[in-house]
């Protein structure tokens, strides 16, 4: 098989190799890090917190990308011609999994002989509680610090296998990141516990904080399950009325990847205030308040403290 045209030869040799080999197969090392960025091995993920992960652990070995951009709805996501020839270089795809980028099956279609990892994997899901979707594992499973500690295990395992020479590297990174991930779940917990506890309803736009709920002791409430079924009904709507309304909720939530118009109106016809958007699904700009999922978690509960306090 010919190595694509316009690849360097360091990963027109990974490509080769992992195309014609199995998944297990290892891979020549990265270049030293001294070398230019544009040679080292490219890894693509789903979307921008778990890239955020994977450089965590990868460091300067591997060129972690993200198919889809800063700001994308990852649910629904439609692959385009120019992301399935940046992928043709790529030695590994790294997937939440959870169902979450049904399209990703597509996607990883179009790249025979290219392993993809599913991050999650090892985790028992929290099913989802209601409406279409119900008993479908809950795919959010990143916002919960303690879970996040086994996103950085795979990643860990899945770029040795990749770069066995590289297994210290990988070994020391992931275990300075999981330091990272214990002092921010202190750090949540903290935060979490001021909130009085007849406040401890977050109600958001889509259930993707149900591990994050499940941590801290908060009561999870939401208009749809699922960016990918967002519609409003009008049960939906008067559900979440009447319980911010009955639980004098001071402030609903809504996330930066979907229109805030609903819980806007939720807010209004409970009496409550619109508190904000949360990042979840997708980080900031590297200047924007959540660039990295700890600072992400961390914007996250400023928001939400502030909103239940009344503050």
Not at 85 to 94: E, K
Not at 247 to 275: H, N
Not at 288 to 293: E, M, Q, S
């Amino acid at each position: 098989m010919a190595p694509a045209a316009g690849l360097t030869p360091l990963v027109a040799l990974l490509l080769l190799v992992v195309l014609g080999g199995c998944q297990s197969e290892s891979l020549p090392p990265p270049r030293s890090p001294s070398g230019d960025r544009s040679e080292r091995p490219l890894v693509l993920t789903t979307f921008s917190v778990l890239a955020d992960m994977a450089r965590m652990v990868a460091g300067d070995r591997l060129r972690v990308e993200s198919i889809t951009k800063i700001g994308a709805e990852i649910h629904g996501y439609e692959p385009t011609p120019s992301d399935i020839r940046r992928a043709s270089g790529a030695v590994l795809v790294l997937e939440n999994g959870f169902d979450l980028e049904r399209w990703a099956r597509r996607f990883t279609a179009n790249l025979p002989g290219v392993p993809h990892v599913f991050l999650s994997a090892g985790i028992t899901p929290l099913p989802i509680a209601a409406d279409a979707y119900r008993g479908k594992p809950n795919p959010h499973a990143w916002m919960s610090p303690r879970l996040a500690e086994v996103y950085v295990e795979n990643l860990r395992g899945a770029f040795t296998r990749l770069d066995p020479p590289g297994a210290g590297h990988y070994r020391r990174n992931a275990a300075a990141y999981r330091a990272q991930l214990r002092q921010l779940d202190l750090e949540l917990r903290r935060s979490l516990a001021s909130i009085p506890p007849q406040r401890r309803v977050l109600a958001t736009c889509e259930g993707a904080f149900s591990y994050l709920a499940r941590d801290y002791g908060l009561q999870e409430a939401y208009l749809w399950p699922v960016n990918a079924e967002s519609q409003v009904t009008p049960q939906r709507m008067a559900r979440l009325v009447e319980l911010v309304r009955r639980r004098r909720v001071p402030a609903v939530f809504c996330e930066t990847t979907v229109s805030d118009k609903a819980q806007r109106q939720v807010a209004q016809e409970s009496g409550s205030r619109y508190g904000g958007a949360f990042y979840v699904d997708s980080l900031s700009l590297p200047g924007g308040p959540a660039p990295t999922l700890l600072e992400l978690q961390r914007h996250n509960a400023r928001l939400l403290v502030s909103g239940l306090k009344g503050e």
